[in-house]
């Protein structure tokens, strides 16, 4: 016999072992799983959690454990569908193919006026914008303190620098910016007093449980109705957005029915709560 001969027989029987494929896959304790007939390896989940998790697998609980497998099961079944499409996926990289089966399943080409009319009815308080203010406001201890306050601003003093020397509210010293409200974000005694005050508008005194008050609106903006033609990018956007999720579900399930994915417990190194369905070892022959 050839020096050759014993490394060739070694390489026949380990081959088969090497490729072997479904039920008989799930024999070896480093399949954690099935799709189809393809064995899923303990290793490369562990590179997967390491990745998302930013920890080992023996580090993560059980319950994000069995979620990233299950969003790891789903992620392989996606690309072994999107391997098979026919016609083939376009694209360099696996992303690019997986955009390319779903932007043809969801149909992101054909996508009409009427698509994006029907999207813009559908949601009319989104493209309704209401009234704001951008108010800053000064408290101040008691009424006669914020008189002066009052009249010194009402003289020219800068509002900066009189909220930084005599305001006690906590961003005092940047000013007391409140950044933009609506109506109904202002309590109804301040929204009286304030709403109709033109921008650099000062408020009257206004006293309260926690010390006196004055706001002054640095800005107004009216509310107004998005029209659709301005709407029309967020719209397609929106739309797009909607057909290509609804496109991955069908996708997906089509995919379940073609390919059984099943966990093997036995061979999970954690208790397995996830919603995949299980492989019993008992079924192998």
Known sequence: MSRLAPILLSILMVAPACARKGPAAAQSATVIALIGDEPVREDDFATYVRASAGAPLVEVSPQVASSLLDQYLEERLLQKAVDAADPKAAGETAAERRRDVLSRAARLDAITDADLK?????????WRHPSLVRLSQMILPSREAAEGVRRRLLSGADWATVSKESSRAPNAASGGGLGWLERSDLPGEFEKAVWGLPAGGL???????????????????????????EARPALHLAVAERKSSEALATYLAGARRRWVVAVIEEHLPFPYVGGAARFSLDSVP
């Open 118 to 126: 029907a999207e813009y009815e559908r949601q009319p308080e989104r």
């Open 203 to 229: 408020s009257a005194v206004l006293p309260a449980s926690h010390g006196v008050h004055l706001f002054r609106v640095e800005e107004r903006a009216d509310g107004r109705v998005v029209p659709f033609e």
